[in-house]
Each structure stands twice: as structure tokens, then as C-alpha cells.
């Protein structure tokens, strides 16, 4: 084979695997990129057992997830639009709720980090966590169906996590150095942004509340509590990384 038959053969090669990839990617649906295997399922393994290479392939796993994610959220968008103005009106705050505490937890968990080389690959992969653990719940929890638990189940899991914050709480400093001093960083969050953001998660919980009493009103209330509650305490909600 001539140089110039291997080069066309490669070519066509290349184009033909990344029309695949792309066609195997309009098949998947989320997924959380911080599940075993979920990556190497979705993008293959990382090339090589180097840190760099580690780094590079959290980074485009993630980004690979939140390209599917964000059709997804597209696609929920229009479908929320078509039902009732009770029920789109209830999905609309439940977005809105979300987004205030993704960012504010997003923040938590860049200072969690601590600046480091890793960092973008893992703010990128908790951002993907999060979307997800969003639309599996938007799905009706695809085909696992939703779980059942009681009043007691959510005393069990509010206790958790009360217990948890307030343990959180004792390693954030009460404030943070003022910009412009010595001592100040960018890296620093208070317990002001802790409570913050535990504001705005029971904030984005009793807005699913709301939500679900619309959408699915066989679902009691105590069931979307402990849910989300024991998935809050489970992924370090309480302002602790994971």
C-alpha cells in the first residue's frame, strides 16, 4: 500500500469511528461520570496509567456527560412547556432552585479541592454528578422507579444530616480574610457560604416537593424528603468534598 493509500486509509478510518461515537452517543442517556465504570463504558479507559493522562480523561468524560445532559435538559424544557401552567410554572422554580444551589455547592467543592491540578477535571465531573442526579429524578428515575420510604425513613435521614452539618460546620472558619489582606484567598469559603448553601439546597428539596404534588401525586412528600436527603448526605452535601 502506497503512503498516500495509507493516509486516505486512516482517514476514512477516523471518520468512520467518530461517526460511530457519534451515533453511539445519541443512544446513551446520562449517566454520573463518578460511578465505577461508567467512564470507561462511555469513552473507553484513559490511555495510560499517568496522572496526566487520569486528569484528561476525567475532564472529557465529564464534558462528554454534560453534551448528553444538556439535550436532556433541552428536551425536558419543551416537554415541561406543553403541560399544564400549574405544572410548568412548578418545573420552572424547580430550575431555578437547582441552579442557585448547583453553583453555591459547585463553589464549596472547588474550595474542597484546593486549587490543585486536578481541580477543572473534578469541578467538571461534580457538576455532570450533579446534573445527573437531577434528571434521573426528572425521568421518573428511568427504570428503576421511584423508591418508597415513610415519615420515619426522613426523620432517620434529616437526623443525618443535621448531624453532618453540624460536624461541617466546626471545619469552616467563622470568616474569611477580607480581600487585599495578607491572609486572603480565593480558596476560602465561611460557614456563612455553608449555611448558604444548605439554604438553598432545602430550597431546591421542598421545590421538588412542589414539583412532584404536580407531576406525580401518588408520590407523597415523605418520599421525595428522604430521597433527596440521603443523596445529599451521600455526595459530602453537607459542604464536605467527597
Known sequence: MSLRHAVIAIAVFSIAAHAAAQK???KLKSFDPTASGTCETAIGPPE?????ASRGWMLNCGEFDKKIENSEFAALRVSEAKTSKAESAA?????AAFERYRALQLHLHTVGCGGGNSCGAMLVQEEARINYAFLIIAEGFRNAGFPSFTASDFADADAALNKAYRASLTTFPAKCAP?????YSELCASRADLRAMER???????AWVAFGAIKWPQISADIW???LTREHVKHGGDGTAD
Open 24 to 26: 453511539n452517543a445519541k
Open 48 to 52: 495510560d496509567d499517568s496522572i496526566i
Open 179 to 183: 480581600q487585599g489582606s495578607d491572609n
Open 225 to 227: 424528603r428522604t430521597y
Open 200 to 206: 438553598a439546597w432545602i430550597g431546591y428539596r421542598d
Open 91 to 95: 418545573y420552572a422554580e424547580l430550575v
